[in-house]
């Protein structure tokens, strides 16, 4: 089992990540302040601090 922790600060108007998927590990992000849109699989989701997200591993 691996482990990775990062963090990132993402200015506004920015985008925090490039779209992509995740094939052989799990992703979690957790807002610490502000707000943003975050688009999972083509749906816009509007996040807030305190949102907790998890991504599936795809099958």
Not at 27 to 52: C, H, M, N, R
Request: include cysteine.
């Amino acid at each position: 089992m691996r482990s990775l922790s990062s963090d990132a600060f993402v200015t506004t108007g920015k985008e925090s990540f490039v779209y992509h998927s995740h094939h052989c590990e799990e992703e979690w992000i957790y807002i610490l302040s502000g707000q943003a849109i975050a688009k999972i699989d083509g749906e816009e989701f509007e996040v807030f601090p305190e949102t907790l997200w998890h991504s599936q591993l795809l099958q």
